[in-house]
Structures are given as C-alpha cells and as structure tokens.
C-alpha cells in the first residue's frame, strides 16, 4: 500500500455513493445540491454501524435518513 488514503463522497440523505459532482443522488433520487454531502474514508465508511431498513430490510447506514435501496424515508 502506497499509504493513500481513498475517500468516499455520500449522499447527504442514503449515505450512497456518491460522486461529487452528482446533482440527483443516483439511489435515492433526491437532489444532492441541497445539503453538504459526507465524505469519509473508506475504512471509515466499511466500519459505519449498518442497520435494517425499516422498509425493505437491506442493509444501510445508521445516519441514513433515506434508504438507498428502496427510497422510502426512515423514521
Ligand atoms: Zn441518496
Ligand atoms: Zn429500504
């Protein structure tokens, strides 16, 4: 390992993937331009508490608000 540290951009709402310059988040479908996306690393990003959605039960991130599977928002 050459020591470079690999960052990840997430949706504001899914905690998805994301690229920066990305205007519609492409999981949850919501526009990015109106909160500050995340960013971690990607040690930071494997380790993030998962939880079920309450929904469709996939996995995803604790802090997501929206899940990035199946859109609808937790609560
Ligand atoms: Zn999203
Ligand atoms: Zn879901």
Same mark, same amino acid.
């Given at each position: 390992?050459?020591?470079?540290?690999?960052?990840?951009?997430?949706?504001?709402?899914?905690?998805?993937?994301?690229?920066?310059?990305?205007?519609?988040?492409?999981?949850?479908?919501?526009?990015?331009?109106?909160?500050?996306?995340?960013?971690?690393?990607?040690?930071?990003?494997?380790?993030?508490?998962?939880?079920?959605?309450?929904? !469709?039960?996939?996995?995803?991130?604790?802090?997501?608000?929206? !899940?990035?599977?199946?859109?609808?928002?937790?609560?």
């Amino acid at each position: 390992m050459a020591g470079k540290k690999s960052f990840v951009i997430l949706c504001p709402y899914c905690m998805g993937e994301i690229d920066e310059t990305t205007e519609f988040c492409p999981h949850c479908k919501q526009d990015t331009r109106n909160d500050a996306p995340l960013e971690m690393t990607r040690e930071e990003y494997a380790q993030e508490t998962r939880v079920p959605c309450i929904f !469709c039960g996939k996995p995803i991130l604790e802090l997501a608000t929206t !899940c990035p599977f199946c859109g609808k928002r937790q609560q």
